[in-house]
């Protein structure tokens, strides 16, 4: 069996079993793999500038950001939350105007071959999330690109978040065991989209600015248990979320501050009048981390009774 093979063998439940002189010898070997997957360049690619470029022509929000300082330039992993399609173009714009190099973690199975091949060449990790061998293998790609000073991006949630108050959805592993594969720090960071308070005919039409806040960097220990320290990463974003929504008069600790109407128009449009046209919820929902195989709760909708409950808005509105 290659390194390769014996590195992709070792699921989640087998780190948390191995000892601490064990998981020292693992990370150390996934390390040293890592660094023979090649250099990648030295400098931002083209088609990363460009991505760059394109979204800060067409967007139509300003930014604010907080704690941008705490970004290391010799390599980091940033976990940010993920709730529509402007997410990783706006990474891509975000990142590259601190000058540094991007490397995000894409899924490719909702994306178009054209639009894989240029993320590819904007230094993209590209995964498939349906196949555990290739979410694995991004880990050791992504770590590649950290290693060599990248700063690698990485939307733990899996898909985005629709959920009208939950701040997050449970957050998978990838993030924490690229920092302890690099000794990289994680970089905990909320996107939170100000919107406008009423009901939209356009998906552009729907955010004020977009509050892009960077937290204390968050050091991973190789030797601990690397999913007690994924619930610890979500939770500091979890309180990340909320006080940048508190700071920002955006209320909602509870469904009685959501207006349905709102809500759902929202929610529509993101689903299928931005970028992501091909968007599916209920595919998608099957991607969120789930403890105990039931699917989490997610998006909201309006049933024929008028009750604001949990469930898919699709296409036709119903």
Same mark, same amino acid.
């Given at each position: 069996?290659?390194?390769?093979?014996? +590195?992709?063998?070792?699921?989640?439940? !087998?780190?948390?079993?191995?000892?601490?002189?064990?998981?020292?010898?693992?990370?150390?070997?996934?390390?040293?793999?890592? %660094?023979?997957?090649?250099? *990648?360049?030295?400098? %931002?690619?083209?088609? =990363?500038?460009?991505?760059?470029?394109?979204?800060?022509?067409?967007?139509?929000?300003?930014?604010?950001?907080?704690?941008?300082?705490?970004?290391?330039?010799?390599?980091?992993?940033?976990?940010?939350?993920?709730?529509?399609?402007?997410?990783? @173009?706006?990474?891509?714009?975000?990142?590259?105007?601190?000058?540094?190099?991007? =490397? =995000?973690?894409?899924?490719?199975?909702?994306?178009?071959?054209?639009?894989?091949?240029?993320?590819?060449?904007?230094?993209?990790? /590209?995964? !498939?999330?349906?196949?555990?061998?290739?979410?694995?293998?991004?880990?050791?790609?992504?770590?590649?690109?950290?290693?060599?000073?990248?700063?690698?991006?990485?939307? *733990?949630?899996?898909?985005?978040? +629709?959920? *009208?108050?939950?701040?997050?959805?449970?957050?998978?592993?990838?993030?924490?065991?690229? =920092?302890?594969?690099?000794?990289? *720090?994680?970089?905990?960071?909320?996107?939170?989209?100000?919107?406008?308070? $009423? /009901?939209?005919?356009?998906?552009?039409?729907?955010?004020?600015?977009?509050?892009?806040?960077?937290? !204390?960097?968050? #050091?991973?220990?190789?030797?601990?248990? @690397?999913?007690?320290?994924?619930?610890?990463?979500?939770?500091?974003?979890?309180?990340?979320?909320?006080?940048?929504?508190?700071?920002?008069? /955006?209320?909602?600790?509870?469904?009685?501050?959501?207006?349905?109407?709102?809500?759902?128009?929202?929610?529509? +449009?993101?689903? #299928?009048?931005?970028?992501?046209?091909?968007?599916?919820? $209920?595919?998608?929902?099957?991607? +969120?981390?789930?403890?105990?195989?039931?699917?989490?709760?997610?998006?909201?909708?309006?049933?024929?009774?008028?009750?604001?409950?949990?469930?898919?808005?699709?296409?036709?509105?119903?």
């Amino acid at each position: 069996m290659s390194i390769a093979e014996e +590195l992709l063998s070792v699921r989640n439940s !087998d780190l948390e079993m191995m000892t601490r002189d064990e998981k020292e010898e693992y990370f150390s070997s996934a390390r040293e793999y890592c %660094l023979t997957l090649g250099k *990648p360049g030295k400098q %931002l690619s083209f088609t =990363a500038e460009n991505l760059a470029k394109y979204n800060r022509a067409t967007r139509k929000y300003d930014y604010g950001f907080e704690g941008a300082d705490n970004i290391p330039r010799d390599g980091a992993i940033i976990a940010v939350n993920h709730s529509n399609s402007h997410d990783i @173009l706006n990474m891509y714009e975000i990142v590259t105007s601190f000058g540094m190099r991007i =490397a =995000a973690l894409i899924a490719k199975e909702v994306l178009g071959p054209v639009t894989v091949a240029m993320f590819r060449l904007g230094d993209a990790t /590209v995964i !498939d999330r349906r196949d555990k061998e290739s979410s694995r293998n991004g880990v050791f790609e992504l770590s590649n690109f950290v290693l060599n000073g990248y700063v690698g991006v990485v939307f *733990p949630e899996g898909t985005w978040n +629709l959920h *009208p108050i939950k701040p997050m959805q449970d957050i998978r592993t990838g993030a924490v065991k690229v =920092a302890a594969i690099t000794r990289k *720090p994680i970089i905990p960071t909320i996107m939170e989209y100000i919107e406008v308070p $009423e /009901v939209c005919k356009k998906e552009s039409e729907i955010y004020k600015k977009c509050v892009v806040s960077f937290g !204390d960097p968050f #050091y991973v220990d190789a030797q601990e248990s @690397l999913i007690g320290q994924t619930v610890s990463l979500q939770k500091i974003m979890e309180d990340m979320r909320r006080k940048v929504r508190a700071d920002n008069g /955006v209320k909602r600790d509870k469904l009685e501050d959501v207006d349905p109407e709102v809500y759902v128009n929202h929610t529509w +449009l993101k689903q #299928y009048g931005g970028y992501h046209h091909g968007f599916d919820p $209920e595919n998608e929902n099957g991607f +969120l981390f789930s403890k105990d195989g039931t699917v989490p709760e997610n998006g909201y909708r309006i049933d024929a009774s008028g009750r604001f409950v949990p469930g898919v808005i699709t296409r036709n509105g119903k």
